[in-house]
């Protein structure tokens, strides 16, 4: 028998874009939602205790307004409210970012040293990046001095792309009607876990795509190195170009069928030689088409400057741009179009002066370039650069 929605419940760090507009959705057909923040949410989880819902705004093809029930929220400043919801969780999830884990690990530790290790503390990680579990666990480790059995920590693959408006605005719904910033995101469905993370956890719910390690690495590395390595590409390229939302790149037949050449061509390819029978070459192609047209439907009216934001961070070894690179590279194919995306971020971190390292610092101490093994990427690099002067109009 499925266990009924009350019976069970998901605990969230994080009522933002991610966790309002993709985890409750899917979630919250199986599980009563619990959502953890800082206290600048207090508006938000004032309201969730009072109407036990909030509002989210579907976009695409047809935009829809949709209530989300059966919720509740929780401070952080209330500590003792939530560990009892830790203790009652069948799953938590992490919505905060990679540099916010350490700060939730904390109560994460003190909810796993009060588990029975036949029901350990499960925790699922929203962040992109590499090894996000792996950190994460060094945490909840470091601050719990060994979990042990009591704690089983995964990575997922986030595949819905979701932002906050803020002031609400094209005619969308607030997430509550005192507030005022709305929650827009893309119609995609499931969210692939790695089986490990789930054993033991009986119907987890139709949202779970489990899957073995093979296939979730692969999964892994298309969200992270294709659909984000896109999202970044196309993001700087156009905000050289003086652009500013994803939608206006779709009469552009350069930049579009660089992006496309990129993700077929270079980086596709190289997935689909890292991954052998664990990525499908059917199912990676039609998802690259079918992600190129999501980006910059103008359904979604999503902002460049969304995609550019932190753009050091997307530059650090371990990031998108960085691994992309390294990754076609390591299957032995030239990451051109890829290295020109890497070279148009580090153009925009200049111009936005978000750093004062010259072109070539940024190459070697902030991305980690290592003059001895990858001078060929170096030298890539420094000719996409050229390149993009000359066919641009434009400098890094």
């Given at each position: 028998?499925?266990?009924?929605?009350?019976?069970?419940t998901?605990?969230?760090?994080?009522?933002?874009?991610?966790?309002?507009?993709?985890?409750?959705?899917?979630?919250?057909?199986?599980?009563?939602?619990?959502?953890?923040?800082?206290?600048?949410?207090?508006?938000?989880?004032?309201?969730?205790?009072d109407?036990?819902?909030?509002?989210?705004?579907?976009?695409?093809?047809?935009?829809?307004?949709?209530?989300?029930?059966?919720?509740?929220?929780?401070?952080?400043?209330?500590?003792?409210?939530?560990?009892?919801?830790?203790?009652?969780?069948?799953?938590?999830?992490?919505?905060?970012?990679?540099?916010?884990?350490?700060?939730?690990?904390?109560?994460?530790?003190?909810?796993?040293?009060?588990?029975?290790?036949?029901?350990?503390?499960?925790?699922?990680?929203?962040?992109?990046?590499?090894?996000?579990?792996?950190?994460?666990?060094?945490?909840?480790?470091s601050?719990?001095g060994?979990?042990?059995?009591?704690l089983?920590?995964?990575d997922?693959?986030?595949?819905?792309?979701?932002?906050?408006?803020?002031?609400?605005?094209?005619?969308l719904?607030?997430?509550?009607?005192?507030?005022?910033?709305?929650?827009?995101?893309?119609?995609?469905?499931?969210?692939?876990?790695?089986?490990?993370?789930?054993?033991?956890?009986?119907?987890?719910?139709?949202?779970?795509?489990?899957?073995?390690?093979?296939?979730?690495?692969?999964?892994?590395?298309?969200?992270?190195?294709?659909?984000?390595?896109?999202?970044?590409?196309?993001?700087?390229?156009?905000?050289?170009?003086?652009?500013?939302?994803?939608?206006?790149?779709?009469?552009?037949?350069r930049?579009?069928?660089?992006?496309?050449?990129m993700?077929?061509?270079?980086?596709?390819?190289?997935?689909?030689?890292?991954?052998?029978?664990?990525?499908?070459?059917?199912?990676?192609?039609?998802?690259?088409?079918?992600?190129?047209?999501?980006?910059?439907?103008?359904?979604?009216?999503?902002?460049?400057?969304?995609g550019?934001?932190?753009?050091?961070?997307?530059?650090?070894?371990?990031?998108?741009?960085?691994?992309?690179?390294?990754?076609?590279?390591?299957?032995?194919?030239?990451?051109?179009?890829?290295?020109?995306?890497?070279?148009?971020?580090?153009?925009?971190?200049?111009?936005?002066?978000?750093?004062?390292?010259?072109?070539h610092?940024?190459?070697?101490?902030?991305?980690?370039?290592?003059?001895?093994e990858e001078?060929?990427?170096?030298?890539?690099?420094?000719?996409?650069?050229?390149?993009?002067?000359r066919?641009?109009?434009?400098?890094?």
């Amino acid at each position: 028998m499925t266990p009924r929605k009350a019976d069970r419940t998901c605990v969230v760090f994080g009522a933002g874009a991610l966790g309002l507009g993709f985890l409750g959705p899917e979630l919250g057909r199986d599980y009563e939602m619990v959502y953890v923040d800082i206290p600048d949410r207090a508006g938000l989880l004032e309201y969730m205790n009072d109407s036990h819902e909030y509002t989210y705004n579907e976009t695409g093809p047809s935009a829809r307004t949709v209530s989300v029930d059966g919720v509740r929220g929780i401070n952080t400043a209330d500590g003792e409210a939530v560990q009892a919801a830790l203790q009652r969780a069948d799953l938590v999830f992490t919505a905060v970012g990679e540099p916010n884990l350490s700060k939730v690990a904390p109560s994460l530790a003190r909810a796993a040293a009060q588990r029975e290790p036949e029901r350990p503390l499960r925790v699922l990680c929203c962040e992109n990046g590499l090894e996000i579990a792996r950190k994460l666990t060094d945490h909840i480790e470091s601050a719990l001095g060994g979990a042990g059995r009591r704690l089983i920590v995964g990575d997922t693959v986030m595949g819905r792309m979701c932002m906050i408006v803020s002031p609400p605005e094209g005619g969308l719904a607030p997430v509550g009607p005192e507030l005022d910033w709305a929650v827009a995101a893309e119609p995609f469905f499931g969210i692939p876990v790695p089986r490990r993370a789930m054993e033991g956890l009986q119907e987890p719910g139709a949202a779970f795509q489990v899957m073995g390690e093979g296939e979730f690495a692969a999964r892994e590395d298309v969200k992270m190195l294709a659909h984000n390595g896109l999202h970044a590409f196309l993001a700087f390229l156009g905000q050289l170009r003086g652009k500013q939302y994803y939608c206006e790149l779709s009469d552009d037949s350069r930049i579009m069928g660089m992006a496309r050449d990129m993700l077929l061509g270079e980086v596709g390819e190289a997935l689909l030689r890292k991954h052998g029978a664990a990525l499908d070459h059917n199912f990676y192609h039609n998802y690259a088409v079918t992600i190129l047209r999501r980006v910059v439907c103008p359904g979604f009216h999503d902002s460049l400057a969304r995609g550019a934001r932190a753009v050091m961070r997307k530059l650090q070894p371990g990031e998108r741009l960085v691994e992309g690179v390294r990754m076609i590279a390591a299957q032995g194919l030239s990451p051109q179009l890829y290295a020109t995306g890497l070279v148009a971020a580090i153009a925009v971190a200049r111009r936005t002066r978000a750093t004062e390292l010259s072109f070539h610092e940024v190459l070697r101490r902030h991305c980690g370039l290592r003059e001895d093994e990858e001078a060929d990427l170096i030298e890539l690099a420094e000719d996409r650069r050229s390149w993009l002067g000359r066919e641009f109009g434009l400098e890094g």
